[in-house]
């Protein structure tokens, strides 16, 4: 191994999302501010409290896996194979032609097969224990959308599953990126995957008081940073990505949508679902990303915000901008993709990242639905409207999940 740093890069992209599936169909739909949030259409939500969420509808996993294997195995997993396969597709790269032990995967999941768990309780609560699916384990545990990935992709390198809530997705493309620096590996697929709206998970995030109950006005339900916010809205799908070491990419000519240059984390260790109110740890974690990075606080112009719609996230997330960036804040265009796809948990940070590759791409930020009535306690710079054209050079995605989890990532466009 060289004394050289290893550089890594992002090659492609994979997004299933509520709004569009598709690299191509995710950044229209980002650009024309789609909304994918509406009442529940695929199963009776009985009598909870909650009617509606982002889902995704009109997904064929044959389309992406055999189908005797799609009927083996949770959406969950047809969701990771969809959006890596796609992420593969769209970085050019022939997975056959590289030494498989240098191909890792790092798909995280913050709750793993709730559907299949769910159906095998009832199975065996209604029928009893013989009546269980001898493919309920493998359908369900939290490791085989990576595993499954793996499978799929030949990729015999490094294969982590990494599980903190909403933000799996940063700390798998966080652990990824180490990996490749390390020389672990010279490119590895990552992202989040999650299929957990489901009515038992509805049911619970309800009882916790976490979810917005417009049912009234589900299309205004998700509204981060506004002053008349009620709680989140749950989303689902993928966000996968492809990291490569920067040679490797460049070897073959692939194309560069922007340098990972940092990775931040920790763990607030205060409150099992309340983030620190004062912010330290997400502190801690934006500034280890941007001292990684090699970057002062007036070169970043776009920070893609955790941006759950629920008071206390808002607030923390809007002082630890301010506490870093001080009176420079104001100049950094803020924005939350969950106004458009709800919060797709272990997904969430996965296709925030696809989205903030568009910013650089195009010199664009989506903008933030609902976002009507500013919060005082909120005071940052929020896109709204039609989004904002922009030039976008360096830029933060941030993710912070139930147990304290933080994880802050940092881009830049790359210029050879």
């Known amino acids: 191994m060289s004394d050289k740093k290893r550089r890594v890069v992002v090659t492609g992209l994979g997004p299933v999302s509520p709004i569009a599936i598709g690299k191509k169909d995710y950044w229209q739909a980002l650009r024309d501010g789609k909304n994918g949030i509406g009442h529940i259409t695929t199963f009776d939500l009985g009598d909870c409290p909650v009617t509606f969420g982002a889902e995704i509808k009109n997904f064929d996993p044959s389309m992406y896996m055999p189908g005797k294997e799609a009927k083996r195995s949770d959406k969950v997993i047809h969701f990771a194979v969809a959006a890596a396969k796609m992420a593969v597709e769209d970085s050019g790269l022939d997975v056959t032609s590289i030494d498989p032990y ?103 995030f309800a009882s916790m008081k976490a979810l917005s109950t417009r049912n009234d006005d589900p299309e205004h339900a998700s509204r981060p940073f506004d002053k008349d916010r009620d709680g989140f809205v749950i989303g689902e799908g993928a966000g996968v990505v492809v990291l490569e070491e920067l040679e490797h990419a460049l070897a073959r000519g692939a194309h560069i949508y922007a340098e990972f240059t940092g990775y931040g984390t920790s763990c607030d260790a205060g409150h099992i679902t309340a983030p620190d109110p004062e912010a330290r740890g997400a502190i801690f974690a934006t500034e280890k990303a941007m001292k990684m990075s090699g970057w002062e606080k007036n070169q970043v112009d776009y920070i893609n915000a955790h941006g759950t719609s629920t008071g206390l996230n808002d607030k923390m997330e809007a002082k630890m901008i301010n506490h870093v960036f001080g009176d420079y804040a104001k100049d950094i ?72 989890h933080n994880g802050v990532l940092a881009f830049q466009r790359f210029n050879g």
């Open 102 to 204: 240098r191909l890792g995967v790092y798909i995280g999941t913050g709750q793993g097969g709730i559907e299949t768990s769910f159906n095998n309780f009832k199975t065996m609560l209604e029928k009893g224990s013989k009546r269980v699916s001898p493919y309920f384990i493998p359908m369900m545990i939290a490791n085989m959308p990576t595993a499954y990935v793996a499978i799929v992709l030949g990729a015999k390198g490094p294969n982590l599953c990494v599980v903190t809530a909403c933000a799996t997705s940063l700390h798998s493309m966080g652990e990824a990126y180490h990996a490749i620096v390390r020389d672990d590996a010279d490119v590895i697929i990552s992202g989040g995957t999650e299929a957990a709206l489901r009515g038992i998970t509805i049911a619970g």
């Open 333 to 404: 265009t803020v924005t939350s993709t969950k106004s458009l796809i709800g919060h797709c948990l272990g997904a969430a940070g996965g296709l925030e990242v696809i989205a903030s590759m568009q910013a650089i791409e195009e010199n664009y930020i989506h903008p933030t639905l609902n976002y009507t009535t500013p919060d005082p306690e909120c005071d940052v710079t929020i896109s709204t409207g039609k989004g904002v054209d922009r030039k976008v050079d360096r830029l933060l995605v941030n993710s912070f999940g139930f147990g304290g």
